[in-house]
């Protein structure tokens, strides 16, 4: 925790309670282009992204997500989608990455968010293209609920010497 | 680009070009803390990280991976690897956040990495497995190769307003 240079990675943390102010639209694009700035297998960039914004599909969401009570709440949720026939082996890897930048620049940005899991459950799959019209060739691969935080966490490791191998297992 | 605090997300780019400067231990900890700091579902952390300095096994990484060049000149590897049975839908998405914070520690760092995919090809988990004695409940995602850059790439962003939806597909 010491290098200040490593605080916007430990600043992330899962936020799950939000006040009702609303997420300002150039916020939005800032947490876009953060995403889109992660690396991707042979650049392919194998993601979409849907922003949400709309009371009826976020209450919905949040209805029939089994974790995404918080949606209720929040005022922004950010589906991160993948193509997988653009890159077969890697698309849930590269969606993962710009999944993750965009967390951290949530964060950085002093908003909050919590990811939560859709593919690959079928059910959650289902209903998450259901809601949005996606097409088949297009995975939901979560949904970011994200708002202005109305809980404090501190920035923290979760370093564990144990998992750390040194040139043989 | 231009606000300052997600500057750390933007200057990630991916190098394959190092200098013979061998990368402190101080900073091979701090990368490794970074890594760990990030999100898993239910906070599962199916990760597990081989440290590779000696010559000789990044030499065989180099010959066996066929994008693998670089590491014959990069004084440092990180083997990302996952334990598939600790969360068996989401082991490959919480490695690879934690794969992207670890790239984004090395660029606060001043370092620089590039990612070199091994799994879901069976034939690069094998020789890395072999490599490392790597046990058949773990499985390695990938290579991270790093060091000091010996190449300079501007920050930057890929967005793509086109892969930008708002409320429905």
Known sequence: MEDRRLEPIFKRRSIRKYSAELVDEQDIEKILKAAMSAPSAS???????????????LDA??????????????????????????????WVQDCSLASENLLLAVAALDLGAVWLGVHP???????????????????????????????TKEPRTQYDEVRVHHDHW
């Open 121 to 151: 459950r079928q059910e959650r799959i289902d209903f998450v293209r259901k809601t949005f019209d996606i097409p088949d060739n297009i995975v939901p691969l979560n949904l970011i609920s994200i708002g202005h935080p109305a809980e």
């Open 43 to 57: 650049n392919r960039k194998p993601w979409q992204f849907i922003v949400v914004t709309q009371r009826q599909k």
């Open 61 to 90: 969401l949040a209805k029939a997500h089994p974790y995404g009570k918080m949606l209720y709440e929040a005022p922004l949720c950010i589906v991160v989608c993948g193509e997988p026939e653009t890159s077969p082996p890697s």
